[in-house]
């Protein structure tokens, strides 16, 4: 068996003993899957409003909540890691004759099919909420492209998060961090309705501009905020995948 091939075996086979942990915690699933929901049914229809949203609110509101769903899921991610560093697993598993970086790969895969059921389970109840994409088919798979290539984006931050953290109790730290900066995003309100200093932080936000976009292709307008939504999301794939595979190469020194 060639290396490549190798590689691929082994991270198929790291995929599906993450595909087999859903079975074991259904639970865990389902509350991943519904709790986006919750926030949408609350900034909906309980918060509600949009200052400065022209039109329906929904339009407005699905696409942010769709941004913010992708970043949110990052303390899942790092959930997921430091419980493996601390039982043992990874150790285990690199003592064993598997491609490096399998481990990784498998975790990452794993997260992304997660995290596009939940893309698809939140459209599914914006659709029954009155939200309509207008784009195309075309235009609706860019949306849901560059969606998760910004959830990959913050998958590879979680993973390097979770190997400088080490631990579990850590990830509260993260998760204090990461609602200032998901909500300080055009996800729910225009930046033109906030303080000029404000607007202008939320406007620079990599979630604003995955936002827009996405609400440019939903909407069948013209899509120049694209180049912004796919270079910020590479650019932190660059600096932090790199890291990642670093810090989880020195795991054994």
Same mark, same amino acid.
């Not at 949009?50 to 942010?64: A, E, Q, T, W």
């Not at 285990?92 to 059921?117: H, K, T």
């Given at each position: 068996?060639?290396?490549?091939?190798?590689?691929?075996? /082994?991270?198929?086979?790291?995929?599906?003993?993450? *595909?087999?942990?859903?079975?074991?915690?259904?639970?865990?699933?389902?509350?991943?899957?519904?709790?986006? &929901?919750?926030?949408?049914?609350?900034?909906?229809?309980?918060?509600?409003?949009?200052?400065? &949203?022209?039109?329906?609110? !929904?339009?407005? *509101?699905?696409?942010?909540? *769709?941004?913010?769903?992708?970043?949110?899921?990052?303390?899942?991610?790092?959930?997921?890691?430091?419980?493996?560093?601390?039982?043992?697993?990874? /150790?285990?598993?690199?003592?064993?004759?598997?491609?490096?970086?399998?481990?990784?790969?498998?975790?990452?895969?794993?997260?992304?099919?997660?995290?596009?059921?939940?893309?698809?389970?939140?459209?599914?109840?914006?659709?029954?909420?009155?939200?309509?994409? /207008?784009?195309?088919?075309?235009?609706?798979?860019?949306?849901?492209?560059? *969606?998760?290539?910004?959830?990959?984006?913050?998958?590879? !931050?979680?993973?390097?998060?979770?190997?400088?953290?080490?631990?579990?109790?850590?990830?509260?730290?993260?998760? !204090?961090?990461?609602?200032?900066?998901?909500?300080?995003?055009?996800?729910?309100?225009?930046?033109?309705?906030?303080?000029?200093?404000?607007?202008?932080?939320?406007?620079?936000?990599?979630?604003?501009?995955?936002?827009?976009?996405?609400? /440019?292709?939903?909407?069948?307008?013209?899509?120049?905020?694209?180049?912004?939504?796919?270079?910020?999301?590479?650019?932190?794939?660059?600096?932090?995948?790199?890291?990642? &595979?670093?810090?989880?190469?020195?795991?054994?020194?």
């Amino acid at each position: 068996m060639s290396m490549s091939a190798h590689a691929l075996t /082994d991270s198929w086979t790291m995929t599906r003993r993450e *595909l087999a942990h859903w079975g074991r915690q259904p639970v865990q699933v389902v509350v991943n899957l519904v709790f986006p &929901v919750m926030l949408l049914l609350m900034f909906g229809y309980l918060v509600g409003g949009g200052r400065g &949203v022209h039109g329906s609110y !929904i339009d407005y *509101l699905l696409p942010g909540m *769709l941004a913010l769903t992708m970043a949110f899921g990052l303390e899942g991610t790092m959930i997921a890691v430091t419980q493996d560093l601390n039982k043992g697993v990874v /150790d285990r598993f690199r003592s064993m004759p598997m491609a490096n970086g399998a481990v990784l790969v498998g975790r990452s895969a794993a997260d992304m099919l997660q995290s596009a059921l939940a893309l698809f389970v939140l459209m599914g109840v914006g659709y029954a909420l009155g939200w309509r994409a /207008d784009g195309g088919p075309g235009a609706f798979l860019g949306a849901v492209g560059l *969606l998760l290539l910004f959830r990959f984006a913050m998958l590879w !931050i979680g993973i390097h998060l979770a190997l400088v953290a080490g631990k579990p109790e850590m990830v509260q730290a993260v998760q !204090i961090l990461v609602w200032p900066v998901g909500f300080l995003s055009n996800a729910l309100a225009l930046p033109g309705s906030m303080p000029g200093w404000l607007g202008t932080v939320v406007e620079w936000n990599p979630m604003s501009q995955t936002a827009t976009a996405v609400r /440019d292709l939903f909407g069948g307008t013209a899509a120049e905020t694209v180049a912004a939504a796919v270079i910020w999301p590479l650019v932190l794939l660059a600096v932090f995948f790199p890291l990642a &595979v670093r810090r989880f190469a020195r795991l054994s020194r």
